[in-house]
């Protein structure tokens, strides 16, 4: 563990004993991002004042610099001015995080002025509206009355002050947010899923998204289950104009929703590189404007969630070619189907859906038999069990593209592939390693990958059951009967001896009359088992 996640997730200390993880993330994650937007202000301040770093070099100067400059009428406008076109955002200098840590440690903190901070950022700039909702600063879970709740987030904001969120290079603060929201999914158990998918698996999509598209000097991403944006994020690692990207975002959860906007602003992502909703998916598409379809589509939605399947949507754009719609109570197909909708001719999508959808008949095959023929499914990843939070079932990721002149699918059996772990099992960087580069020779191996024609789909009436194309089984080594006949031999003869030694050893006994009549009685039926 890096030491600025060492020291961010002791931070949660004075708060894992009083809720769950599910809870206790929003604290401390809305608390480390407000942290971010006041450090990142002073920085900006220091920068603006053309003042030198090292002269500054403590948060109570840059502080104090702040205040003496809003003191001024003679610049006092010119830079909030300068610090709403570059950050987007200013704050009152006793709404600053150092500040609230300042009265903490002279047990002066009252909730209040926390809250007054995060009101002024949310009712002022449009990006931040909302987002400290779910630091619910009286909640009797941080303590039964005003005094024990203060007590509690005192602790926190002092634990909090000691890390410098922004004297990292790069996307540091980012990642080490994303490691805090991986482990509190790992704590949170079951309502994980709804937020978190697991970095490796993350990294493996995002890889096979950006192949092909490396050198595009625009690139959009859409996630349409966002959760904390981690998909969408990861693309950029990958592609030769990281900071080209747009990023596309829809999540029905509001808690999750705003994770998700804090972690993209977490990783320095520009609120005007982001277009992001709080909505249904499945319910009314989105988005209807210009741009709608984009360069890589990227999803792990929940698995067989219910919708409502009305048959108004067989007359809805995303579906309505289909013929079919999915079944109300497996919405699987409905989310591949609105996500492809939604990528470019030119694109590729990766999503993460339980294997059912491999195989599964009725609509769901009907829906499977049109992809096929189309040519949309390019290739199906068979993936480990219990690598997600919340389910130990194995999944499969499925890629898709629109404008392919061929039919063909690539299997590939990742199943075995894995590192086991106590709670959850892992891929290894190796794994993805494979997996990728499989994919992108899009050639069979034994055992591991097979590259289908449409004949021979056609010929296992579309079904895309794994198992039926790529056969795992290892045949056990003929047997040498020769050596098992001369073990037997052998154990016949030992048994023979040891028999022999027992029947001696039996007869030798010294005993006395009395007992002579239970001592052949023994004898006799040592000899019958014999």
Same mark, same amino acid.
Request: glycine share 6%; proline share 3%.
């Given at each position: 563990?890096?030491?600025?996640?060492?020291?961010?997730? &002791?931070?949660?200390?004075?708060?894992?004993?009083?809720?769950?993880?599910?809870?206790?993330?929003?604290?401390?994650?809305?608390?480390?991002?407000?942290?971010?937007?006041?450090?990142?202000?002073?920085?900006?301040?220091?920068?603006?004042?053309?003042?030198?770093?090292?002269?500054?070099?403590?948060?109570?100067?840059?502080?104090?610099?702040?205040?003496? *400059?809003?003191?001024?009428?003679?610049?006092?406008?010119?830079?909030?001015?300068?610090?709403?076109?570059?950050?987007?955002? /200013?704050?009152?200098?006793?709404?600053?995080?150092?500040?609230?840590?300042?009265? /903490?440690?002279?047990?002066?903190?009252?909730?209040?002025?926390?809250?007054?901070? =995060?009101?002024?950022?949310?009712?002022?700039?449009?990006?931040?509206?909302?987002?400290?909702?779910?630091?619910?600063?009286?909640?009797?879970?941080?303590?039964?009355?005003?005094?024990?709740?203060?007590? $509690?987030? $005192?602790?926190? *904001?002092?634990?909090?002050?000691?890390?410098?969120?922004?004297?990292?290079?790069?996307?540091?603060?980012?990642? /080490?947010?994303?490691?805090?929201?991986?482990?509190?999914?790992?704590? +949170?158990?079951?309502?994980?899923? !709804?937020?978190?998918?697991?970095?490796?698996?993350?990294?493996?999509?995002?890889?096979?998204?950006?192949?092909?598209?490396?050198?595009?000097?625009?690139?959009?991403?859409?996630?349409?289950?966002?959760?904390?944006?981690?998909?969408?994020?990861?693309?950029?690692?990958?592609?030769?104009?990281?900071?080209?990207?747009?990023?596309?975002?829809?999540?029905?959860?509001?808690?999750?929703?705003?994770?998700?906007?804090?972690?993209?602003?977490?990783?320095?992502?520009?609120?005007?590189?982001?277009?992001?909703?709080?909505?249904?998916?499945?319910?009314?598409?989105?988005?209807?404007?210009?741009?709608?379809?984009?360069?890589?589509?990227?999803?792990?939605?929940?698995?067989?969630?219910?919708? &409502?399947?009305?048959?108004?949507?067989?007359?809805?754009?995303?579906?309505?070619? @289909?013929?079919?719609? +999915?079944?109300? &109570?497996?919405?699987?197909?409905?989310?591949?189907?609105?996500?492809?909708?939604?990528?470019?001719?030119?694109?590729?999508?990766?999503?993460?859906?339980?294997?059912?959808?491999?195989?599964?008949?009725?609509? !769901?095959?009907?829906?499977?038999?049109?992809? *096929?023929?189309?040519?949309?499914?390019?290739?199906?990843?068979?993936?480990?069990?219990?690598?997600? @939070?919340?389910?130990?079932?194995? $999944?499969?990721?499925?890629?898709?593209?629109?404008?392919?002149?061929?039919?063909?699918?690539? =299997?590939?059996?990742?199943?075995?592939?894995?590192?086991?772990?106590?709670?959850?099992?892992?891929?290894?960087?190796?794994?993805?390693?494979?997996?990728?580069?499989?994919?992108?020779?899009?050639?069979?191996?034994?055992?591991? +990958?097979?590259? +289908?024609?449409?004949?021979?789909?056609?010929?296992?009436?579309?079904?895309?059951?794994?198992?039926?194309?790529?056969?795992?089984?290892?045949?056990?080594?003929?047997?040498?009967?020769?050596?098992?006949?001369?073990?037997?031999?052998?154990?016949?003869?030992?048994? /023979?001896?040891?028999?022999?030694?027992?029947?001696?050893?039996?007869?030798?006994?010294?005993?006395? !009359?009395?007992?002579?009549?239970?001592?052949?009685?023994? *004898?006799?039926?040592?000899?019958?088992?014999?």
């Amino acid at each position: 563990m890096a030491p600025i996640h060492k020291k961010l997730f &002791s931070a949660a200390d004075n708060l894992r004993s009083k809720m769950d993880a599910s809870e206790y993330k929003n604290y401390l994650l809305g608390l480390i991002f407000y942290k971010y937007l006041s450090d990142r202000l002073l920085e900006k301040v220091v920068e603006v004042a053309d003042e030198s770093v090292e002269e500054y070099d403590t948060q109570a100067k840059q502080a104090e610099l702040y205040q003496s *400059l809003l003191d001024d009428e003679e610049v006092r406008d010119d830079l909030k001015e300068t610090l709403h076109d570059t950050l987007g955002y /200013a704050m009152k200098p006793e709404y600053l995080f150092n500040e609230l840590t300042n009265q /903490a440690k002279q047990n002066l903190f009252q909730l209040h002025h926390l809250e007054n901070g =995060f009101s002024d950022l949310s009712s002022n700039y449009d990006q931040f509206n909302g987002l400290f909702d779910d630091v619910d600063l009286r909640s009797k879970k941080l303590g039964s009355d005003d005094q024990q709740r203060n007590i $509690t987030i $005192t602790e926190v *904001l002092k634990k909090l002050n000691d890390v410098d969120v922004i004297g990292h290079s790069g996307d540091v603060i980012g990642d /080490a947010y994303e490691y805090l929201i991986g482990q509190f999914a790992s704590e +949170a158990g079951k309502k994980a899923g !709804e937020f978190y998918t697991p970095h490796e698996v993350s990294l493996m999509m995002a890889r096979i998204a950006a192949i092909g598209q490396e050198d595009k000097r625009l690139f959009s991403v859409y996630d349409p289950t966002m959760g904390s944006g981690s998909l969408m994020l990861n693309v950029r690692n990958y592609i030769n104009y990281p900071d080209n990207v747009k990023y596309h975002g829809q999540e029905m959860n509001t808690t999750t929703f705003n994770l998700a906007k804090m972690n993209l602003l977490l990783h320095g992502v520009n609120n005007e590189d982001m277009n992001l909703r709080n909505g249904d998916t499945l319910n009314k598409d989105w988005p209807t404007d210009e741009p709608y379809t984009f360069d890589s589509v990227l999803m792990n939605p929940p698995y067989s969630a219910k919708w &409502s399947a009305a048959d108004t949507f067989l007359d809805d754009s995303r579906f309505n070619r @289909f013929g079919k719609l +999915a079944p109300k &109570s497996k919405a699987d197909f409905a989310f591949l189907l609105h996500g492809l909708y939604h990528l470019k001719n030119s694109g590729t999508m990766a999503i993460v859906l339980p294997h059912g959808v491999l195989f599964r008949g009725a609509a !769901e095959g009907v829906i499977r038999k049109r992809l *096929l023929g189309d040519g949309s499914i390019e290739a199906v990843i068979g993936l480990p069990a219990n690598l997600f @939070f919340g389910t130990s079932i194995p $999944t499969t990721v499925i890629i898709l593209k629109k404008d392919r002149d061929k039919r063909d699918v690539l =299997f590939i059996d990742a199943s075995k592939t894995f590192i086991k772990g106590k709670n959850q099992n892992q891929i290894a960087e190796e794994h993805i390693d494979q997996i990728v580069e499989t994919y992108r020779k899009r050639e069979s191996i034994d055992k591991y +990958a097979h590259l +289908a024609t449409y004949e021979e789909i056609e010929s296992n009436d579309y079904n895309l059951n794994i198992p039926r194309y790529i056969d795992t089984f290892e045949e056990e080594e003929p047997v040498d009967m020769a050596n098992v006949g001369a073990t037997i031999k052998d154990i016949r003869k030992e048994k /023979a001896e040891l028999e022999s030694n027992l029947h001696e050893m039996i007869s030798s006994l010294q005993h006395d !009359e009395k007992d002579a009549e239970w001592m052949k009685g023994a *004898l006799e039926v040592f000899n019958r088992g014999k």
